[in-house]
């Protein structure tokens, strides 16, 4: 039972517009969040994160929202160019803590020029 | 800026083999760890350390050992590969257990026929 969903595995924006990526969690006990980042043939790349007291964090084009009462999060992608197109993940750790990174299962972002 | 360095990129096995993929970090990075990516699963983790000498299983360890005899070098050994292990393995590592963030290396795929 995944305790991360990413129920999209695939999105397509054109560019310029926003992406919205969304990311479930079942487990109430997770207290960080993190977006990852992956091109093929390339690791994963930390984009950004945010922490439960916050419910939002902004960091250039990239803004997380955190609905703890939906236990819910997105990534908004504002404007989207055709250099995101990728691959993202969502992640959830206790205690923000690395040992405890639970990865939702992706989504493909393709940005059409 | 080497970061995390997997080896090999590419290895096909056949079933009952036995193989080892290498990490190694030059971030002098206290914690190590494996994780497999299948498609529709994200990443699971397999094994991690938080320092020389300490390992410990995480979400899928059957079938693999780790050590970690130094802070640099993390490998990762398949004692008798089966088909089910055909994926690809990304190393990461991190400063430490507070903000959640992985550095991954490139990945290494993993065939078993």
């Known amino acids: 039972d995944q305790q991360v969903k990413q129920n999209s595995p695939s999105l397509s924006v054109q560019e310029g517009r926003i992406s919205i990526l969304n990311c479930d969690y079942t487990n109430s006990m997770f207290d960080y969040f993190l977006w990852y980042k992956k091109y093929p043939a390339e690791g994963p790349t930390f984009l950004i994160s945010?922490?439960?007291?916050?419910d939002k964090n902004e960091d250039g084009r990239f803004t997380v929202f955190l609905n703890k009462s939906a236990k819910h999060l997105s990534l908004h992608i504002v404007p989207s160019q055709p250099g995101d197109s990728a691959v993202y993940f969502c992640?959830?750790?206790?205690?923000?803590?690395?040992?405890?990174?639970?990865f939702g299962s992706g989504t493909q972002l393709t940005v059409l020029p | 800026n080497a970061g995390v360095t997997q080896t090999p990129k590419f290895q096909v096995l056949k079933t009952g083999q036995s193989m080892t993929l290498q990490c190694a970090q030059d971030?002098?990075?206290?914690?190590m760890s494996w994780y497999r990516q299948d498609p529709g699963m994200g990443l699971r983790l397999i094994h991690y350390s938080v320092g020389a000498g300490i390992t410990d299983q995480g979400e899928v360890p059957n079938g693999y050992n780790v050590s970690r005899s130094t802070t640099e070098d993390f490998p990762l050994r398949l004692l008798s590969a089966a088909p089910s292990q055909t994926s690809v393995y990304f190393c990461a590592s991190s400063p430490g257990l507070g903000t959640g963030e992985l550095f991954f290396g490139e990945g290494s795929r993993l065939t078993v026929l």
């Open positions: 971030m002098n990075h206290e914690y």
């Open positions: 945010i922490s439960s007291i916050k």
């Open positions: 992640a959830a750790s206790l205690g923000g803590s690395a040992r405890q990174l639970t």
